[in-house]
């Protein structure tokens, strides 16, 4: 391991996740910060403390790479706070699509979560590599789902023909009443009348 492959991993892979994490909050996360200050500090010891440069890079590389893995962590979570919001919203997601946004919906967070477990697990045994592998299999996919499904049109059109739904199902109850009212009110003076 060198410096420079240490700069190559922050620029092709970090910085990319660094960048995602921060332009989702407007804001870098602390566990980020400190994995990359530790990365840097690791490489400021082989040019002012003459130490290994294959010994520095590599402890480097190890806490970027612990840095994006809890960037990988942090979409995911941020990935779940925007679905949690979204399933309770005030949304009918049935009306979406024809019927077919929802269960599409719930199938493709189920992979994600599948996925998502078990690169948590590869991680358990401390298998790096598959474990980067699932993170960004699991990252592509939580791309892919907020593109389709969190789609402010689809949306807000669902919810002005739930707004629409609602309404009328308030009409009718208003309508209901009034008759029921009406019938009630005059319906023993009908009954009067057929004794008659």
């Known amino acids: ?13 970090v910085k990319i996740l660094y960048s995602e994490i921060e332009a989702r909050n407007n804001s870098l996360p602390i566990e ?3 994995e990359i200050h530790a990365a840097f500090d690791h490489l400021k010891r082989i040019h002012v403390d003459g130490e290994s440069e294959a010994d520095c890079a590599g402890k480097a590389f190890s806490h970027l790479k612990r840095g994006s893995l809890d960037a990988f962590k942090l979409k995911l979570k941020s990935f779940n706070d925007d679905y949690a919001k979204l399933i309770k919203s005030k949304t009918d997601l049935h009306f979406i699509d024809n019927g077919k946004f929802l269960p599409s919906l719930l199938n ?3 992979v994600i979560i599948r996925l998502a477990k078990e690169a948590r697990l590869f991680e358990g045994k401390n298998d790096i590599d598959n474990a980067f592998e699932k993170w960004y299999e699991v990252s592509g996919l939580i791309d892919q789902f907020e593109e389709e499904f969190f789609d402010p049109a689809k949306l807000q059109w669902a919810k002005k023909i739930n707004f629409l739904h609602d309404m009328r ?3 009718v109850g208003i309508i209901t009443g009034v008759i029921g009212s009406a019938i009630v009110q005059f319906f023993p003076s009908i009954i009067k009348l057929l004794k008659r």
């Open 169 to 171: 199902g308030f009409i």
């Open 1 to 13: 391991m060198t410096e420079k492959d240490v700069y190559l991993f922050y620029n092709d892979k």
């Open 108 to 110: 493709k967070r189920k």
């Open 32 to 34: 980020l910060l400190f």
